[in-house]
């Protein structure tokens, strides 16, 4: 049976049997992030609040910044999924005012940014997963390196770890993409190719998800490096992999005090990044909806998603449990 079809068959049976089912679960909401990895997200944990807890839910389009104030002025949304903490310096803020608590660590793995280089070049040439090798070797990544766009945080970074890698003196250029689809569309067509490519990416994104990419071997991540590395007059640039983001969902206080069996079930939902790189990889290639690509993850990991749930809970969701 075609995706598609299975989506809407899962999607029709589970709205037949909300309305019965909100008694057991007040009125929730939860914000759906601009980007793909957060919008499956809240599609899997509406979807498994509606129908394993009851609850009435009601989906917020928003961004970061906007939800975090909202949060602060109003107490809403109830849940914020995918936040990415360590580019929101209000959520401290509200985790210690209290007006927020954290759920769980959305992305087990964490957000991952670094440099890559595909898998067929390295099968090839060992050397290639190192800076040495591309260093000793430009010619075999194509003498280039595809960075992110202008003005975002990556840009500089790049820039500066580019020259104390010494692969600017090795006669890496560094080309500036100038959107996330353009630096995308590169990766995809050298892979479909087979041709050099070598540059910044970040996962999960189906991209990642769609083409086995080796990355690069960097000294780990170093805070004083890192953070003058971000400066555009860095005097003295350094060698320091990205940190580990930290990506998590939150819930307002008042509401995990409201609906503490919701509350339980967020803690424990967590996404590694090889289960949704290869949800938003599918998702890319079959023009799924954000609610398909849910019933897609929930379809090929029933055992990950029903261990998230109470026996309450999985008992009215056992027929998608197989």
Not at 38 to 57: N, W
Not at 238 to 263: D, M
Request: hydrophobic share 45%; charged share 20%.
């Amino acid at each position: 049976m075609h995706l598609k079809t299975i989506a809407a068959a899962t999607l029709t049976a589970g709205a037949l049997s909300t309305t019965a089912a909100f008694a057991d679960c007040g009125e929730v909401s939860i914000t759906e992030m601009d980007w793909a990895s957060a919008a499956v997200v809240t599609s899997v944990a509406s979807f498994l609040m509606q129908q394993g807890y009851g609850c009435d839910v009601t989906v917020v389009p928003t961004t970061t910044v906007p939800a975090m104030a909202s949060v602060a002025e109003t107490g809403q949304p109830d849940i914020l999924t995918e936040l990415w903490t360590s580019y929101t310096e209000v959520y401290d803020d509200l985790i210690a005012e209290g007006k927020l608590t954290e759920m769980s660590k959305v992305l087990s793995d964490g957000g991952v940014e670094a440099w890559w280089v595909p898998a067929y070049l390295v099968e090839e040439n060992p050397a290639l997963a190192t800076l040495e090798g591309i260093r000793a070797n430009p010619e075999l990544v194509g003498g280039l390196f595809h960075d992110c766009v202008t003005g975002w945080g990556c840009d500089v970074t790049n820039f500066n770890n580019l020259k104390a890698a010494g692969l600017v003196d090795a006669g890496i250029e560094r080309f500036k993409h100038g959107s996330g689809e353009t630096l995308a569309a590169a990766l995809a067509a050298a892979y479909e190719a087979r041709e050099p490519w070598f540059g910044y990416y970040w996962a999960p994104t189906s991209v990642l998800g769609k083409y086995p990419m080796v990355q690069v071997e960097f000294p780990p991540y170093d805070a004083d490096i890192h953070t003058c590395n971000g400066l555009e007059d860095c005097a003295t640039p350094g060698l320091s992999a990205y940190p580990r983001a930290n990506v998590v969902t939150a819930a307002t206080t008042a509401f995990a005090e409201r609906e503490p069996a919701v509350a339980e079930f967020l803690t424990k939902m967590s996404f590694t990044n090889a289960q949704m790189g290869a949800v938003l990889a599918a998702q890319e290639a079959d023009s799924l909806s954000n609610e398909e690509a849910a019933v897609l993850f929930l379809t090929t990991y029933p055992d990950v998603w029903s261990a998230w749930l109470d026996d309450e809970a999985k008992a009215k969701l056992a027929a998608l449990i197989k």
